[in-house]
């Protein structure tokens, strides 16, 4: 069986992102002839020796004309272990929004830095954000290690200097790997040149890490998407895709934010019922009593069922150009239901060069990251984001433009120690 | 109950179906984009399974450049009656008939699709048009997002994406903007044809080898039509090919293949070294940013 991995990248201009993520879809041959025809044909005009393998990974025109990456980059590779479905989240003023926006759906995230530069300003940024989103497991990429004539002192002083910094964040463990992106060292081949590393490839890292995130162990949660009624077979059943948990027939649960109990009668899909379905399974659910239920609705394990709220204690990241201060009204996506929201007081500021929660402000702006007090026109069901993603996870929403202000996530997810 | 972990094209599917089915909860008027390729027909395939056992609550549009393969519009219209399901066709020819558009010099159709696709929208004011658009395909669709906003004129705005967070999509717009969405966004074009050979879902024959009367320009093999060929120095002759992409037959190209089942293609996209749409479509080759422009006119 081939599984899918779904992995962001991130790290500063100029650590050579690109070049790496040029260099993973080049070795896997993900990329086709007419591809490296035109890159090869690029690099020529520009006056380059060997193809630039970063131009395979640069999208749209504006950014062509400025040279720069932008905006979250999807880029997808195979080999016969795996598929990878890669976030490549570029890092300039834009990081936040770029990083949060590829971490919420990363499994795994690979944090790049210069071997000559190692842990700086940017590279304590992204691991702050990496670790707010709660991204699962952090590879730290040495690249350059030609530049330090492949030098194992670097690689450990590096390492060690990141592994303090992830212990504080709270990564349970980070795997360090020395790589040459332009050269090809430990991308995809194993590098003669790095005797004194034992550790996987990147490449083989990524193809035996464990897909399935801490989802699958929390209490059973899935937000109901859509009715499915079919009249001629009588048929109801609610449609959603689990968002934590399994479920399977006779399970107890309870439609919030009602807090009406019932049992499972149904794990349905088109292929026919299942056994149980886990997370990330889209299902259609079938249910003993005949409940009011609507989109919006949430199913969650009776025995362990989130809280019903009005107010929130909440972590956001503002996304948007426009500041946010106390008092705006806003609309708040939150499984799948929209619901108007007051925002109250700013708590907490955090400081991403210092890495550190300190004083708040009085408003927030583009890319600032805070706690804030919020207060629901419904009752919502929600974790801890700490503890279910899913049921954690929310958007601000700008109702004039329908733009997506904020990324919100509940509660407290980032203790900096 | 340990429940079963998710392959690649479980994995796939289900995100495909959460798409649909946040769309049918959040717009009153989606359509799904069909032009009878193995693409949309897989949309089709996943729409039926997102909301089994009752139908698909929205209908089909196909805009028609009148350059079709008969095969193609009898496998459509076989599906539709299979599947009980509606179909709005735009033919072009209609908007040329009455001066909206005129007839490019080269016969090419193609670019011609956007305005019947603007004002079929407009006009069944259809709020969300599902296309089988995949991130692998090109370069410029890499950062498109799943469901992608357009303004009243179907423009894309790629500076001016909304961010797309989690599984939580955003799909607020104003009335006479509208969104595209694109569930197959993730999957590859492997991905796709393993997914055909899965669930045995049944395609135009033009995708399995046969042997037809084909023609040479700008290197790919053209079929003989109404539309334009051959021309001058231009010869037919006969060869054994298949068709990777369905599209205007004026610049559709065919490839040589001797691939008769799903198995065999599956085998030559594996050891392919050409991406589909440089193999096999002309207007993708007239620039590089080709695809980038016709996305910002409101072409797909
Ligand atoms: N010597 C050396 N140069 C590299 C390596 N990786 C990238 N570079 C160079 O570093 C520069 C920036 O790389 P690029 O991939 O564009 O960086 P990005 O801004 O992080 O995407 C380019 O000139 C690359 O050729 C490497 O492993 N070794």
């Not at chain 1, 000559?116 to 990496?130: D, W």
């Not at chain 1, 430990?186 to 464990?210: A, H, I």
């Not at chain 1, 934010?257 to 292929?271: E, F, N, Q, W, Y």
């Not at chain 2, 042997?211 to 231009?234: I, K, Q, S």
Request: glycine fraction near 8%; proline fraction near 6%.
């Amino acid at each position: 069986m081939t599984d899918l991995l779904r992995f962001a990248t991130a790290g500063s201009v100029d650590d050579g992102k690109s070049t790496l993520v040029g260099r993973l879809l080049f070795d896997t041959k993900s990329v086709l002839a007419d591809q490296i025809e035109a890159v090869t044909r690029a690099s020529v005009d520009k006056g380059l020796a060997t193809p630039d393998l970063s131009l395979l990974v640069d999208g749209l025109r504006a950014e062509r004309e400025q040279g720069i990456t932008i905006d979250v980059a999807y880029r997808y590779f195979s080999t016969p272990k795996r598929g990878f479905v890669l976030a490549d989240t570029p890092g300039h003023v834009q990081y936040t929004r770029n990083t949060v926006t590829g971490a919420s759906t990363a499994e795994l995230a690979v944090l790049l830095v210069d071997a000559r530069h190692g842990v700086v300003e940017q590279t304590r940024r992204h691991a702050a954000v990496l670790a707010l989103l709660r991204v699962p497991r952090l590879v730290l990429a040495i690249n350059k290690i030609d530049l330090v004539d492949y030098d194992e002192a670097v690689l450990t002083a590096i390492g060690k200097d990141f592994a303090g910094l992830a212990a504080s964040l709270g990564f349970e463990s980070v795997v360090t790997i020395p790589v040459s992106a332009l050269v090809g060292d430990n991308v995809v081949e194993r590098s003669e040149r790095t005797p004194w590393y034992d550790g996987p490839t990147l490449l083989g890292y990524l193809e035996s890490v464990p897909v399935t995130g801490p989802e699958i162990d929390r209490p059973f949660r899935m937000p109901v998407q859509y009715v499915i009624r079919d009249h001629a077979t009588d048929y109801r059943g609610y449609a959603g895709q689990v968002g934590a948990g399994t479920v399977a027939p006779g399970d107890e649960v309870v439609v919030l934010p009602a807090g009406i109990r019932t049992s499972v009668t149904s794990v349905d899909t088109a292929d026919g019922p299942l056994p149980a379905a886990g997370a990330g399974r889209s299902i259609t659910v079938r249910l003993a009593d005949d409940i009011d239920i609507a989109r919006g609705d949430l199913l969650a394990a009776a025995g362990a069922a989130p809280a019903v709220t009005n107010e929130l204690d909440a972590t956001l990241c503002w996304l948007a150009d426009k500041p946010l201060r106390p008092g705006a009204r806003l609309l708040l996506k939150h499984g799948t239901r929209t619901t108007p929201v007051i925002v109250g007081a700013l708590g907490e500021r955090l400081d991403t060069d210092a890495v550190a929660w300190v004083e708040g402000t009085e408003q927030l702006g583009i890319n600032d990251i805070a706690r804030v007090a919020l207060r629901t026109a419904d009752p919502l069901p929600v974790d801890p984001y700490a503890e279910i993603r899913a049921t954690g996870s929310f958007l601000l929403i700008d109702p004039p433009s329908g733009n997506t202000l904020a990324a919100g996530l509940v509660g407290h997810p980032l203790q900096v120690s | 109950m340990t429940a079963p972990t998710l392959d690649a094209l479980d994995a796939l599917e289900s995100e495909a179906i959460h798409i649909f089915r946040e769309v049918a909860g959040e717009f009153d008027r989606p359509v799904i984009l069909f032009s009878g390729g193995k693409d949309s027909t897989v949309l089709v395939h996943l729409a039926v399974k997102a909301f089994a056992p009752a139908p698909v609550p929205f209908p089909l549009l196909h805009v028609d450049t009148g350059h079709n393969f008969p095969e193609v519009i009898a496998f459509r219209d076989e599906l539709v009656a299979r599947l009980g399901l509606r179909l709005v066709v735009a033919h072009v020819q209609d908007w040329i008939d009455d001066g909206r558009l005129t007839e490019r010099p080269d016969g090419t159709r193609n670019p011609l699709q956007t305005v019947p696709l603007l004002d079929t929208i407009a006009e069944h004011r259809f709020d969300a048009v599902f296309g089988g658009g995949r991130r692998d395909e090109e370069r410029a669709r890499a950062k498109e997002r799943i469901i992608s906003l357009r303004d009243a004129f179907g423009r894309w705005d790629p500076r001016s994406q909304r961010p797309e967070l989690w599984n939580l999509y955003n799909g607020r717009h104003a009335p006479g903007e509208h969104v595209r969405v694109f569930p197959i966004s993730n999957w590859t074009e492997l991905d796709v044809w393993r997914y055909i050979r899965r669930e045995r879902i049944a395609l135009p024959s033009i995708y399995f080898s046969h042997r037809r009367a084909v023609f040479r320009r700008d290197g790919m093999w053209l079929a003989e039509g109404p539309w334009g060929g051959p021309r001058g120095t231009e010869a037919l002759e006969e060869r054994t090919v298949r068709y990777r992409t369905v599209g205007d037959g004026s610049c559709t190209g065919a490839v040589e293949s001797t691939a008769s089942t799903v198995d065999e293609i599956i085998a030559e996209v594996t050891a392919s070294r050409l991406t589909e749409r440089g193999a096999t479509r002309a207007d993708d080759r007239l620039s590089e940013a080709a695809m980038e422009d016709r996305k910002r006119e409101g072409y797909f």
